[in-house]
């Protein structure tokens, strides 16, 4: 047997067992926080606010995020930038938000929805990226969050109110003087390909990122579960998308670049 068919042996087998035996990170600082052996100083409790542009974006994105840190014993907010009004059933779907974040592990505590006039849930409505930091900056400060995770420049699905959430975290932590110690993570969007393949993008995903969340299998029915419970919003192909979507297995993530949070330009 030759030196590469042990070695993807080695990893296939390796991938297998973490899906198995539970969710897995990468090398998010948050996900390792509380394995280290760290001083009492260094030991500061991290606390992850998620922010979001519709209530089920948590379930149908970032709940192998979610899920990975809640195992660790991490807290979660999510902030929803809307109630997802765009068909008259905003309160409906706020409610169901709470039902779907309480199977991932949030409390009703630790979620809040938005409801603006400025910042309506539709794909025509364009966000001030602005207004967004500041409701965002209001919940980082009160909460002492010290961790942003949010979509990325193009917010998985090219939704315009997705990549808005994205143009408003970056305002925020562009802006932020008193945010030293706060880090933010962008969900990476993939090909098509790579988003409809399921279990099929794990080893991909291992190979190209090493900020990872990976769901073993009961995470995944947990995953499934939470959507569901936005039953307003069950269409027959959220089926398909429940089975063949690696988000609902695998996130991957990024840094924000160091070079959008110059705080030191706006001491003026
Ligand atoms: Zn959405």
Not at 79 to 108: D, F, N
Not at 198 to 218: A, E, H, K, M, Q
Not at 243 to 262: G, H
Request: hydrophobic letters at 40%.
């Amino acid at each position: 047997m030759s030196f590469w068919m042990i070695a993807a042996a080695v990893v296939i087998g390796s991938i297998v067992y973490k899906m198995v035996y539970g969710t897995t990170c990468g090398n998010v600082e948050s996900c390792r926080v509380d394995d280290s052996n760290a001083t009492d100083s260094k030991k500061k409790k991290k606390k992850v606010l998620v922010v979001t542009a519709h209530p089920d974006d948590e379930c149908m994105f970032f709940a192998p995020t979610i899920l990975g840190l809640r195992k660790k014993g991490i807290e979660v907010n999510l902030l929803c930038m809307t109630t997802g009004g765009y068909y008259g059933k905003g309160e409906e779907r706020r409610k169901e938000l709470i039902s779907a974040a309480g199977l991932l592990g949030v409390g009703p505590s630790h979620v809040a929805t938005l409801h603006h006039s400025a910042i309506q849930d539709g794909p025509d409505k364009m966000w001030n990226p602005g207004l967004l930091a500041t409701f965002i900056d209001n919940y980082v400060q009160n909460l002492n969050i010290n961790i942003l995770i949010t979509f990325d420049e193009y917010g998985v699905s090219g939704h315009t109110n997705h990549m808005g959430v994205f143009y408003g975290v970056r305002w925020q932590i562009r802006g932020c003087l008193m945010c030293l110690d706060l880090k933010a993570y962008k969900l990476t969007s993939t090909s098509m390909l790579r988003k409809y393949s399921s279990i099929l993008d794990v080893p991909f995903s291992y190979i190209t990122s090493n900020i990872r969340f990976v769901s073993g299998w009961r995470h995944i029915w947990t995953a499934q579960r939470a959507m569901f419970a936005h039953w307003s919003q069950f269409v027959w192909y959220r089926i398909l998308y429940v089975i063949f979507s690696r988000y609902m297995i695998i996130n991957t993530l990024e840094r924000f670049e160091e070079e959008v949070m110059p705080r030191t330009l706006h001491v003026i």
